[in-house]
């Protein structure tokens, strides 16, 4: 009987991950505008800090970097109901746009890649889904 090693798994899904970085489409974006951006638009609204932390950047940079997307109009700044000196930042309509064509184009790369993939390979990965799903989720929470 063939063990899994855990090892293993976890190597070959960091490769996927150093994968999947190298497909998203730049649209302008870095990594961690694209992450910001992600963040945003799963968790809601949030303080500067906490996206900074979120991003494991300095508040500085974040500041920076949230400037630079109020600017292309991805993100906007929002009054905090909590605390009225303070701020949210939110993802805009347009911010949303941009993730979603980016996990498209990502999507579209990816699926011609496993489309090379024999049929085996392409069940296997299929089987894998609800595990990854699950992995995700999990990290996520």
């Known amino acids: 009987m063939h063990t899994i090693d855990r090892l293993e798994v976890a190597e070959g899904v960091d490769q996927l991950v150093v994968l999947l970085t190298r497909l998203s489409p730049r649209n302008g974006?870095?990594?961690v505008a694209a992450s910001t951006l992600s963040v945003l638009a799963r968790s809601g609204p949030m303080r500067l800090t906490d996206l900074a932390d979120a991003a494991a950047v300095t508040q500085p940079s974040m500041t920076g970097l949230i400037g630079r997307l109020v600017a292309q109009g991805?993100?906007?700044?929002?009054?905090d109901d909590q605390d009225r000196r303070s701020v949210k930042i939110a993802?805009?309509?347009a911010g949303r746009d941009l993730?979603?064509?980016r996990r498209a184009r990502r999507a579209e790369?990816?699926?011609?890649?496993?489309?090379t993939?024999?049929?085996?390979d392409r069940a296997a990965l299929a089987a894998a889904v609800p595990a990854i799903t699950t992995l995700v989720s999990t990290g996520i929470s």
């Open 74 to 79: 991805l993100v906007e700044r929002t009054p």
């Open 109 to 115: 790369t990816l699926a011609g890649l496993i489309d």
């Open 91 to 93: 993802v805009t309509e």
């Open 99 to 101: 993730l979603a064509q």
């Open 117 to 120: 993939l024999d049929a085996d």
């Open 29 to 31: 974006l870095s990594l």
